[in-house]
């Protein structure tokens, strides 16, 4: 079993380190009320073991993704880091939606407005801190499939800010009117608004151009 | 999916033999005990039942929970303790996944040796097949009242057969001896 760090140290832990953390875990998953746990729970309590212990690669300090670190001081630090990413993404999202503008697109409206906040209240840090909850029908430029939990929940946000950022760059009427001259019918479609504003601007949509939009 | 079976596998049952045996001090009273043998067959049997009930164990078994249960039963017999033991520990992960983990172990327990006492007069097969069934399928439709009384005097209410009624049969007696 083994995770990476940004700086491509990587720490191997052996699965009798592991267990003892799930079956901590398992305990208070059933508030000591149940001695057993079916494999699909277990399964998905070891996912959550591993993913805590991956969140120590956003750890500034490298001192401490050092070789000496056993499994359980690993999954702890990593269950702090991963908390204050989510306090930290929550805090980013509130603060981002006091401006947010959904510009009539019901899947923009419904992922960020409805779906996020979800995600904030019933997001399981502990027992399944892989699952991300939502299906994040809105698609914005840098999503990736791959990514799960508050990884994919973070990326996700920071692309929103993003696309924000640059779309406020423009007045609020040439944004729905070259919307509605895209297509009539865009506030029931799944698309994303930056990437056709974008592209009436004549931006590429490499991204480069969204980029410099956004510096100024 | 190997790997998935591989490490929870691995989870230790070693520990289980010891903690059955140490039962014998409290079942003594009740003139049952448990040869060495006997415990490895239900540690192995325990282990074995898991796996076909695909869960895992972490920390000490249901067994020794299971014995200390049953130890007093009028229907516990030394020559049948451990077999009765081994089926009762089948029965129990069974019907923990039946009742989707929705009912705790101890709830789970005192249900089912109530009945074993009582509508069962110690027959495993009926507890499994007809009590524990008809409640499952309670517990899977919502019904959640055993969270109140830790799962005693649970199955009057659903319980479809009629029962024997001692107090009518005194009386009955009573009628056609002495009127």
Known sequence: MAYTSEGGKIMQFEMEELIPIVAELAETYTSRESSSITYEKAEQLMQAVLYTINELRFSDADYLVSACMNARQAYDLGYEILCRRVSGCREAYNRMIVDFDDYGNEFYYDTVVKGLPLFFLHYDARYDPQDHLLTLDYITRDFDTELTGIDQISVYLNSILEEQRYLKGFRREYVIDTLMRWNRGYRRLPVNVAEIVQKAEGQDGTGEELDRVCKH | ?179
């Not at chain 2, 067959?41 to 325990?46: D, L, T, V, W």
């Not at chain 2, 923990?96 to 789970?108: A, F």
């Not at chain 2, 009590?131 to 019904?143: E, I, K, S």
């Open chain 2, 1 to 179: 999916m190997e790997q998935e079976k591989s490490w929870i596998e691995c989870v230790s049952i070693e520990h289980q033999m010891a903690e059955i045996l140490d039962t014998n001090e409290s079942t003594a009273a009740y003139g049952l005990t448990l040869s060495r043998e006997q415990a490895r067959m239900i540690a192995e049997s325990g282990k074995d039942a898991l796996r076909q009930e695909r869960r895992v164990e972490f920390g000490g078994s249901i067994s020794k929970a299971i014995i200390l249960a049953f130890c007093d039963s009028q229907y516990m017999e030394q020559d049948h303790f451990a077999e009765t033991v081994i089926r009762l520990q089948e029965i129990f992960y069974e019907f923990k996944n039946e009742m989707l983990d929705q009912i705790s172990d101890d709830e789970l327990l005192n249900f089912m040796r109530e009945q074993f006492e009582g509508v069962c007069a110690g027959d495993v097969d009926y507890l499994e097949d007809t009590v524990l069934t008809v409640y499952a399928q309670a517990v899977r439709n919502g019904y959640d009242g055993f969270k109140g009384t830790d799962g005693r005097g649970e199955y009057q209410q659903f319980d479809e057969v009629q029962r024997w009624d001692p107090e009518l049969y005194r009386e009955m007696l009573k009628d056609l001896i002495w009127k």
